[in-house]
């Protein structure tokens, strides 16, 4: 099978939730030497942009949703060790991450920090519906140089300017670089909360936040 096949078939597994198929369909894209991000991103991700289409004109439920989130999880799994294994550290900062409140959608954040950690960052992952003193508490404790915020629903989108008026708030503002990540988040969204950063997508992302502690 050619990579291509490969990145298919990852496709295929989520877009017909096969929760038993897809251990095997990502071991095997792996052992062909399939490049694991690319599987994430040109594999499996496709296929939730479909599934995430299919709902929005009916043919999908909220229950096929679910399994397709599963599916992806465990197809993650498989592929996520096989990125680190890969990994040269380049840096030793602190991040704090977290899915803002009202949001319960994790599995783009839960690649976002597996990518942190390859590059080295200590990752205090505060997961989902997470409200924005908490966050401020986290802040205050760990002192991190990125605090990174996701959102999927446009519902939940706006707290993450909480998250940022509760930093100014708190006197924390100029002490960490925000960067903000999610389908529905824009760049003009992003500078209208005063973020320092929108990404495009997780490897974008974390390049940027790499760039933002290289000494
Ligand atoms: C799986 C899924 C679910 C699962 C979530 C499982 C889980 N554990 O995460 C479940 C079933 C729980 C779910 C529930 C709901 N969902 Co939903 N869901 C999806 C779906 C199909 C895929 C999302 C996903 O995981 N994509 C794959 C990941 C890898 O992509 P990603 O999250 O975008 O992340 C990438 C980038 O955005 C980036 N990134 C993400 N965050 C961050 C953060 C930072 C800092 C950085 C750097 C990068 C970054 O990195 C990732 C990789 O590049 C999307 C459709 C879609 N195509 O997005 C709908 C979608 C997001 N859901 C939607 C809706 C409406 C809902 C519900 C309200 C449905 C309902 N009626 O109950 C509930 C809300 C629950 C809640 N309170 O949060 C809508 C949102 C519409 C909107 N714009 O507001 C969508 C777009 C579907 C649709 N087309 O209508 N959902």
Known sequence: MSDAEHLQALKEAILTMDLEGITAVAQAAMDAGVDPQAAITDGMVPGMVEVGEKFEEGEYFLS???????????????????????ATASTKSRAVIATVEGDSHDIGKNIVVTLLGVQGFDVEDLGIDVRADDIVEKVREHKPAVVALSALLSTTM??????????????????????VGGSPVTPAFAASIGADHCAANAIEGVNKCAEWVKK
């Open 64 to 86: 096929e949703l679910v399994v397709a989130g599963e599916v992806m999880k465990d197809g993650l799994k498989v592929i996520e060790p096989y990125i680190s294994a890969g």
């Open 158 to 179: 706006p707290h993450m300017g909480d998250v940022i008026e509760a930093l100014k708030a708190a006197g924390l503002r100029s002490s960490v670089k925000v960067i």
